[in-house]
């Protein structure tokens, strides 16, 4: 599982290093490498079995909505695999979507690790800190014994 959070910069050509806590956990596969694409102003970085799991439940819907959404998101997708210096490069099109250029932070959120700019997080923690003062926010959190 992918947790915690840190600060790293992305090279001129693009090239991110994964940090050894993820880096453990993408060693634990057939393959060194992760899966990306874009959501929620982010990319998103998975595990190419975590992976396959999502391509199976996205087989099964079928609204117009969902239709839409796997356009985006599969059509948006690209393997990356980990190169000697445990880098990925991540292409152009999925760094101007998250307006990636220097510094990133990247977050561990259990079955996946997200790829932000560093001032879109910084704006994304501040909404949580408002939204977590809200009490049907305070509920739900409280709902699963925190």
Known sequence: MFRSSSCH???????LIIPARFRNVLKTEDDYG???????????AFTFSEWKA?????????????????RFFLGNACPLTCDKQDRVLIPQNL???????????????????????????????????QEIKQEDVRVEIASIGL
């Open 95 to 129: 760094r101007s979507y998250a307006g990636i250029n220097k510094e990133v932070v990247l977050v561990g959120v259990l079955d996946r690790f997200e790829i932000w700019a560093k001032d879109k997080w910084e704006q994304e923690q501040k909404i949580m800190e």
């Open 54 to 70: 999502i391509e199976d439940r996205l087989k099964t819907v079928k609204t117009a909505s969902m239709q839409r959404f796997k």
């Open 9 to 15: 910069t992305i090279d001129d050509k693009g090239r």
């Open 34 to 44: 992760i899966m990306v694409s874009i959501k929620d102003g982010c990319i998103f």
